[in-house]
Nanobody
């Protein structure tokens, strides 16, 4: 089970940190990814990290502003800096069985509930 939290309302240029907790795990995911879905848009890839933490992947739109990481327990973080209006979306975390599929939404096996991020001017 994946639980996403940490969303909220922030001004443009501000920061937020999202958390994705893999609780009551009966499996070890290969890769955890973050996607986002803006109003009227499809769910889009944001970032991903292997469970070992050794590999990270970012979309071009967030590279250099967002950082994905994992602690020694069961939590994956998405630190979002220099937030822009266009970052407003519901953010979802999911688990995928192979890092090579990290950008592909329909390859994900599990999803957490979304957490709303709203960036205001």
């Amino acid at each position: 089970q994946l639980q996403a939290c940490g969303g909220g309302l922030v001004q443009s240029g501000g920061s937020l940190r999202l958390s994705c907790v893999a609780s009551e795990r009966t499996f070890t995911p290969d890769t955890i990814g973050w996607f986002r879905q803006g109003p009227g848009m499809e769910r889009q890839f944001v970032a991903a990290i292997t469970w070992s933490g050794s590999n990270q992947l970012y979309s071009d739109s967030v590279k250099g502003r967002f950082t994905i990481s994992r602690d020694n327990a069961d939590t994956v973080y998405l630190l979002m800096n220099s937030l822009k209006l266009e970052d407003t979306a519901v953010y979802y975390c999911g688990a995928v069985s192979s890092y090579r599929n990290a950008r592909i939404r329909n390859k994900y096996n599990f999803w957490g509930q979304g957490t709303q991020v709203t960036v205001s001017s």
